[in-house]
């Protein structure tokens, strides 16, 4: 002080200057004592605005200032003065600024004298500068960052709330603690100490230069580790060059730290299950950008060892039909609220290889708790086997559904199954089948591309002339497959009947080809040749295989179509005899019939009582064969669509009591009573012949197998149809003889014991069908038999 007086007033008595004149400075000045207790103060101090009380001798400092976090870091600076005896120049402070400096009584600190002035600004402007300060410190209060502001020598001048949250310290133990302090017990990602003066604040101050994303761990009072991710900056000084301090902010990234720790863990240990698998896995980190991939991943996406991939590349590598809907899978995946777990099976084809793999990828996606990916990770598997093995049962399925409709359109089929094959297992297919004179005509081709199909068409044309010269001819003549992998040049010129045949091949430009005979009942029916010309695909034996497989099934089908063709000949043939038969028996019976007639007619009393009873039953026995002569031919007509109705306006009670009348003989011998109660008549528009037949065949068939046992009758008339049962107490029938009953020679009783043709029920159904009624029977064995026949009184159309 002694020294501020010297100079321009040399001439005075210094020490005749009373102490008063300091006190009478236009600068507020204070004495202040170790206690921080104001001891005197002079009439500038009192008068100041900025001052938050009167303020009187003996007041504590910390009341003198406005409080806030500026008053603390001012006390705590003084409080610095006191214990180091550094003074400190002019502190800026918001109404002010403060300069201190220590009162020493030899070499001790005895007390402390504060320089205190106003700013000079107007009111207004320190408003201004107050309430943006203000605004300021409610942002970074609010902050759920940690702010720190360090002065020059390290120690913490401000800090917020989330930094004492953070921190699990409080202000008071914040505020002077420097980055050395053993206490923070800080340490690095690795978990090696993190030294004091390699804090990202002290190198910010060091090197001048902002330190960021530095990622530290704090022990908490409490024990407990907290991971910070730090940035901080240099504090420029009024100078503008030399930091004055630094300002540091951190957030909270345990949770993050401890996702990473587990995901290390668990990728270890998926390591270490994986290494006997067949498992590929690989994991991208959007930090780093890194994607890797371990060897078997790379070998499954057809890259060569060590080979670096990245994001672009594997989008790019996703087969075009699949890569639409995987994208859409990882879009799905990257967004956190998803879950980050998905499980797809996509094809790729091979980076380098070119070959197509289907793959089965499963992985998730880890998110910190603000939802940025940290890392995407995943396993790969090689399911082109299983693919394969499910794309060729699905074929065969489809191929198998294909030949089992209808067997009488050979050609229609094999036109539908190339085109089947061709869209299914390759890029055409052409099917041959040979004929009886060894000639092999190609009946059906198709063309996965329509637009290509003439051509296709065209090729047909070139007729190879010996075996060696095609493999379609060759498989037919060695009934072995041929598999031409890689269908070069040089053999489409072997294979090529001409120039321009070989000029159609090239612009056909098949890559690989295999022929199949197919082979059924010892015979080889025809072969397929089946072509793929995409670019990378080649036939291999599995494709053989199932190729085979296929011809097999064609080859059995033609089999049974031949069969079936023969048979169908026979059949048509057998009815051609029945009806040639049929109507020649007819011609002799009914001359027999004459002659009978004549005969009874001209016997004599004496020799009809010889001759009779025997001219009677051969005249039955005619009538007999008659009647299976009729049923004879109206097998042949029914066969031939031939069976005309000739309906007529008639009435069915009486119809049924004429044709009991003709059977009473038949049911006397069966010794059969028949009961048909009165029953009022039914009309209607039928043909008479054809119903008698229907009728005479139910009636005799219940006296046949009902023999010794009443026969019940019954007509019902209900509204537009009738209803005629006829029930016997008979043998019955067996359930599983039920449902031939009704086909062509379908019988359920021994030839031994009941003669039949198993004709009279098929014509029956026949007879009530063409009416556009039904038959039925309901039965069980030894309790009898009712056949029910319902018809419309008029058949419609
Ligand atoms: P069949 O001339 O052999 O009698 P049908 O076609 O009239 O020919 O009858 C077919 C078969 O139905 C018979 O062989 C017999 O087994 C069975 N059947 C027909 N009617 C009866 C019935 N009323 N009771 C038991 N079985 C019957």
New binding site residues.
């Given amino acids: 002080m002694n020294g501020a007086l010297e100079g321009p007033a040399s001439r005075l008595d210094v020490e005749a200057v009373p102490l008063e004149v300091l006190w009478n400075a236009p600068i507020g000045i204070a004495l202040v004592d170790r206690r921080l207790q104001v001891v005197r103060f002079n009439r500038a101090l009192a008068g100041l605005h900025g001052l938050h009380a009167r303020i009187w001798p003996g007041m504590p400092l910390a009341d003198v200032f406005p409080p806030g976090g500026e008053t603390q870091e001012l006390l705590w600076r003084i409080q610095q003065v006191l214990s180091t005896g550094q003074p400190f120049p002019w502190l800026e402070l918001e109404w002010g600024r403060v300069s201190c400096h220590p009162l020493h009584e030899g070499m001790e600190v005895v007390g402390l004298c504060l320089y205190v002035e106003e700013l000079p600004e107007p009111m207004l402007a320190r408003e201004v500068v107050r309430e943006s300060e203000t605004r300021l410190r409610c942002i970074v209060a609010a902050l759920s960052e940690g702010i720190i502001v360090q002065d020059a020598t390290g120690a913490i001048t401000f800090s917020n709330e989330a930094a004492s949250r953070l921190l699990g310290l409080t202000l008071e133990q914040l505020l002077g603690r420097t980055s050395m302090d053993p206490r923070w017990r800080a340490v690095r990602e690795d978990g090696s100490p993190y030294p004091g003066d390699e804090h990202p604040a002290m190198l910010a101050l060091r090197m001048g230069t902002p330190q960021l994303d530095k990622v530290m761990g704090v022990e908490r009072p409490d024990g407990t580790r907290v991971w910070l991710s730090i940035n901080a900056l240099p504090l420029p000084g009024s100078d503008g060059q030399s930091p004055q301090g630094m300002v540091t902010s951190f957030f909270d990234i345990t949770q993050r730290k401890e996702t990473e720790a587990a995901l290390r863990v668990s990728e270890e240990r998926l390591r270490m299950s994986l290494a006997s698998a067949t498992i590929g896995t690989w994991d991208y980190n959007p930090a780093t950008g890194e994607f890797l991939c371990d060897p078997r991943t790379l070998v499954l996406f057809g890259a060569p060892p060590g080979h670096q991939m990245d994001c672009g590349q594997l989008i790019s590598i996703i087969h075009p039909e699949d890569r639409e809907r995987t994208e859409q899978v990882i879009q799905r995946v990257l967004r956190p609220e998803n879950g980050g777990g998905y499980d797809i099976e996509y094809r790729v084809i091979g980076i380098q290889d070119g070959v197509e793999r289907w793959i089965s990828a499963q992985g998730r996606a880890w998110f910190d708790e603000q939802g940025q990916l940290l890392r995407f990770t995943g396993t790969v598997v090689d399911i082109t086997q299983r693919k394969r093995a499910e794309a060729s049962a699905r074929f065969l399925s489809e191929a198998s559904g294909l030949l089992a409709e209808r067997l009488d359109r050979a050609e229609e089929i094999l036109e539908r199954m190339a085109r089947l094959v061709a869209s299914s297992i390759c890029t055409y297919c052409i099917i041959g089948v040979t004929r009886a004179d060894g000639r092999l005509p190609r009946v059906a081709a198709a063309h996965r591309e329509a637009s290509k199909h003439s051509l296709l068409q065209r090729s047909m044309f070139f007729v190879p002339k010996a075996p060696g010269r095609s493999p379609l001819l060759e498989a037919v003549h060695t009934g072995k497959s041929v598999l031409i992998r890689e269908f070069t040049q040089e053999i489409r010129q072997r294979y090529a009947v001409n120039s321009e045949h070989l000029e159609l091949m090239n612009t056909m430009d098949a890559h690989s080809v295999m022929t199949v005979p197919m082979r059924a009942g010892g015979k080889v029916h025809g072969m397929i040749l089946l072509a793929a010309c995409t670019p990378l695909r080649r036939f291999d034996e599995e494709d053989l295989a199932l190729a085979e497989e296929l011809a097999h099934r064609v080859g059995m089908s033609l089999e049974n179509l031949r069969l079936y063709e023969e048979a169908r000949q026979a059949v048509g043939l057998r009815d051609e005899f029945l009806s040639v038969a049929s109507h020649e028996l007819k011609t002799p019976l009914t001359s027999l019939k004459l002659q009978h007639a004549l005969i009874g007619k001209s016997l004599s009393p004496e020799s009809r009582v010889c001759v009779g009873t025997r001219l009677s039953n051969a005249m039955r026995q005619v009538e007999r064969l008659t009647s299976l002569v009729d049923s004879l031919l109206d097998v042949s007509r029914i066969g031939a669509g031939r069976l005309g109705l000739e309906p007529v306006e008639m009435e069915l009670t009486a119809l049924l009591r004429e044709v009991m009348e003709r059977l009473s003989e038949v049911f006397a011998q069966a010794g059969c009573q028949v009961d048909f109660p009165d029953t009022p008549p039914v009309h209607g528009y039928w043909d008479p012949l054809r119903l008698d037949q229907v009728l005479v ?1 139910l009636l005799s ?2 006296a ?3 023999a010794g046992k009443p026969i019940h009758v019954s007509v019902a008339l209900e509204g537009e149809r009738t209803r005629l049962a006829v029930r ?1 107490e ?4 067996a359930p599983e ?1 039920l449902p031939r ?1 009704f086909s062509r020679f ?4 021994s030839e031994r014991h ?1 003669g ?7 014509i029956s159904k026949q007879i009530v069908e063409a009416m556009q009624g039904f038959i039925r029977v309901e ?1 069980e064995p030894a309790r009898g ?1 009712t ?1 029910t026949v319902e018809l419309p009184l008029r058949a419609r159309g």
């Fill in positions: 065949n068939n219940a046949k197998y009902g016997d008979g043998i019955g029938i003889d009953l379908g019988r359920a009783v009941y039949g043709l198993g004709l009279g029920l098929f039965s038999s056949f």
